[in-house]
């Protein structure tokens, strides 16, 4: 069974400017497999230049400002060999370049050979809190198809972890998220309808 990796995929706008984006990335070997969902700036983004930035954060703000809207710039410096940006806070990235695209509708998936990979601080462990994070964005990234019942499930249970191991990065996070949970419920008083 394939491992997907959630990662902050960095690819560059047609402007030059750099487009951020959480995306669980499916390790393929020593390659990559991503699969943004149409229509995407990702996705219009690989298929432009052919070239995207894996990043490894432990900052979950990023894929919390993302989701939310309430940050969508985080600092980047230039890749070293692929037209692309590297996350500053990434503990870790990986260049890719597409070598071969599978079509679909809705998910084309995208198969990447790492053309450079680099090191750039030591991971010091997740706290659970870090997880519950990326769970809530996933879940906030598909509030139109999700049951309202089911949001307040997977949120009750995730409010574990922030109130025992959140620390003020993951604190800062959670709070976007739920700020963007309750604006969408009372702009949708009737939910999503799947």
Not at 123 to 152: C, M, P, T, Y
Request: charged share 20%; hydrophobic share 45%; net charge negative.
């Amino acid at each position: 069974m394939p491992e997907i990796r959630e990662t902050i995929v960095t690819t560059l706008n047609p402007d030059g400017s750099v487009h951020i984006a959480p995306m669980g990335a499916t390790v393929d070997g020593a390659a990559y497999v991503l699969a943004p969902f149409r229509p995407s700036w990702t996705l219009d983004n690989l298929r432009a230049t052919g070239t995207a930035v894996i990043n490894y954060t432990d900052d979950v703000r990023v894929f919390a400002g993302c989701i939310s809207g309430r940050q969508s710039v985080w600092p980047t410096r230039p890749a070293f060999l692929v037209k692309g940006a590297v996350l500053e806070s990434a503990l870790a990235h990986d260049e890719v370049m597409v070598v071969h695209t599978e079509d679909h509708p809705e998910r084309p998936r995208l198969h990447c050979r790492v053309e450079y990979g680099q090191l750039h601080a030591p991971f010091r462990g997740f706290n659970r809190a870090q997880a519950a994070v990326i769970e809530a964005a996933i879940l906030a990234s598909r509030l139109d198809l999700l049951s309202a019942d089911k949001i307040d499930h997977e949120l009750t249970y995730l409010t574990i972890a922030i109130t025992k191991t959140a620390g003020p990065r993951e604190w800062e996070a959670w709070l976007w998220l739920m700020e963007m949970i309750e604006t969408w419920r009372r702009d949708n008083p009737e939910g999503a309808h799947p």
